[in-house]
Nanobody
């Protein structure tokens, strides 16, 4: 069992920055991947970024490349999502997720555990 708790959401103006954090506890596997997804009402959950729990491989959606950075603090079992140059279209509930042994990091169905979500609102 893996427990995930997100923090760091909020309201920011376009062009601003926010840093989301996800504290993980519980069992982990060597092939575990930590991901961030986002969802707006009426739409499917959308992949944002992911990072391997071991090693340094990262993955990003095209829409956030160059603006968002995912990182991992192994000592604190925490994953961060630094979001810069935010746009109104980044407004969503952001979810942290853990996949124990995914075939692909892009699909929400590959993730086994989810946090409760944190709201990010970007005003124009």
């Amino acid at each position: 069992q893996v427990q995930l708790v997100e923090s760091g959401g909020g309201l920011v103006q376009a062009g601003g920055s926010l840093r989301l954090s996800c504290a993980a506890s519980g069992r982990a596997s060597s092939r575990q991947v930590m991901g961030w997804f986002r969802q707006v009402p009426g739409k499917e959950r959308e992949f944002v970024a992911a990072i391997a729990w071991t090693g340094s491989t990262t993955y990003y959606a095209e829409s956030v490349k160059g603006r968002f950075t995912i990182s991992r603090d192994s000592a604190k079992n925490t994953v961060h999502l630094q979001m810069n140059s935010l746009k109104p279209e980044d407004t969503a509930v952001y979810y942290c997720a853990a996949a124990l042994d995914p075939l692909t990091v892009l699909l929400a169905t590959q993730y086994d555990y989810w946090g409760q979500g944190t709201q990010v609102t970007v005003s124009s």
